[in-house]
């Protein structure tokens, strides 16, 4: 096949996500979750806390030139309306640290964990919720609005909330009845503190409402704190397609309107960006049998073309912010890296305004309900000594990175 040159600036990275590497974080939803129980513990995870210069000069050698952070609420607002100024100065000095290895950053606001403090007045489910995240937000901005120019205020809002108030595999734990008997993503485990109640449906639409709100009300409240930043949110695009079955072809255009459309119609327009998210596609009436990573997914990287023509409508430019497999074994990680990046090099070819890729995830980490069994890294961790390993297909990544082109 004939090489792919992409636009010149394209920014080529990889990502990580505050609890999921950090360690040390035990005033969080999740932290309070672990000690009952309801999931695995995180504990010190990748101390990537300590361990950031380290982790980026590994993301230099490897050919990236971007990288994207969260930044923990808990950390940064330990007790409600009072931040912690040490922990500003520390995220500040990760920022300096990409900075001083020409390493791009991008900052997502909230990635999925919540200060013990808002989870038990309701989370985003408490009415002033939408107020109390955009007066996070524009302290964020406020002191960081000088040394980065990319936020997203927040994560996958949609996986958030069906995760936490659908299937009940996440804080708070609500689930609607009759989703045991689903086959869907594998869960970490079923636990008899899940509340299965027929309102859980009506709530998981409100914290949706409440997202959207959410994340409308930051945006403001982050453009008068700070002039010129892009602000935007990152959304998991769960690619919906069928065969030529018309019964099929519908399902798959009211799934798609509703796990992405119905969402990204109350928040595009304050959006500077979007980040796009992909791992996961459903095709109805599909009888392929795919090879599958270590999560039990699909291995289709090329779905990444119609996720990203679908978020084109919204006229705004687009970053793959996440896209990889768990693959302990290095086994398809390259070629799945390499087939991606064709097809986001088609979806350019084809109108859609994409500005970069980052690998999920730079590191292995803490994988949410499934612990640290599922292996995502670009680099691989020693969870018993922190040895970070650099894997042969970041080589693969390096290549493509170096020369802008697959």
């Known amino acids: 096949m004939s090489e792919k040159k992409f636009p010149e600036g394209f920014l080529w990275g990889a990502a990580t996500a505050s609890y999921q590497v950090e360690g040390g974080i035990e005033n969080c939803d999740w932290a309070k979750a672990a000690r009952e129980g309801k999931v695995p513990a995180c504990g010190r995870a990748c101390d990537h806390y300590n361990r950031f210069e380290e982790d980026f000069d590994i993301a230099k050698s490897i050919g990236h030139n971007c990288h994207r952070i969260s930044i923990e609420w808990a950390r ?27 390493l791009k950053p991008f900052i997502t606001l909230w990635h999925f964990t919540l200060p013990q403090w808002f989870a038990d007045k309701g989370g985003f489910e408490h009415q002033d919720a939408p107020q109390t995240f955009a007066r996070y937000c524009k302290y964020v901005a406020q002191k960081f609005g000088n040394d980065c120019r990319h936020f997203a205020t927040m994560n996958e809002p949609g996986v958030y909330a069906s995760n936490g108030w659908r299937r009940g595999s996440w804080p708070p734990f609500q689930r609607w009845p009759g989703m045991g008997l689903l086959k869907t993503v594998p869960e970490h485990r079923d636990f008899r503190g899940q509340e299965t109640r027929w309102r859980n449906i009506f709530r998981y639409f409100r914290v949706l409402r409440q997202l959207a709100r959410a994340h409308n009300a930051a945006y403001d409240a982050m453009k008068t704190a700070a002039f010129g930043l892009e602000v935007g949110l990152v959304h998991q695009v769960i690619l919906f397609h069928a065969n030529g079955n018309p019964l099929n072809k519908l399902l798959a255009v009211i799934m798609n309107w509703h796990w992405t459309h119905s969402f990204m ?26 090879d599958k990573t270590d999560m039990g997914w699909d291995v289709y990287p090329e779905g990444i073309c119609d996720a990203l023509l679908m978020l084109k409508r919204y006229k705004r430019p687009l970053w793959v912010s996440e896209a990889g497999v768990a693959d302990a074994a290095d086994r398809i990680r390259a070629d799945y890296i390499v087939r991606l990046v064709r097809c986001i090099h088609a979806a350019i070819g084809k109108g859609a305004d994409v500005r970069g890729y980052m690998y999920w995830s ?45």
């Open 362 to 406: 730079l590191l292995d980490n803490y994988e949410w309900s499934h612990g640290f069994s599922k292996r995502f890294g670009l680099v691989e961790v020693n969870y018993d000594t922190l040895e970070r390993t650099v894997r042969p297909s970041a080589s693969v990544y390096k290549r493509i990175a170096e020369e802008n082109a697959c």
């Open 76 to 102: 940064i607002e330990p007790e409600e309306g009072k931040f912690d100024e040490r922990e500003i100065e520390h995220y500040r000095q990760v920022i300096s640290a990409l900075r001083a290895r020409h």
């Open 265 to 290: 119609r109350r928040v595009y327009r304050k959006c500077d960006s979007i980040g796009v998210n992909y791992y996961l596609h459903k095709k109805f009436g599909d009888t392929h049998m795919y």
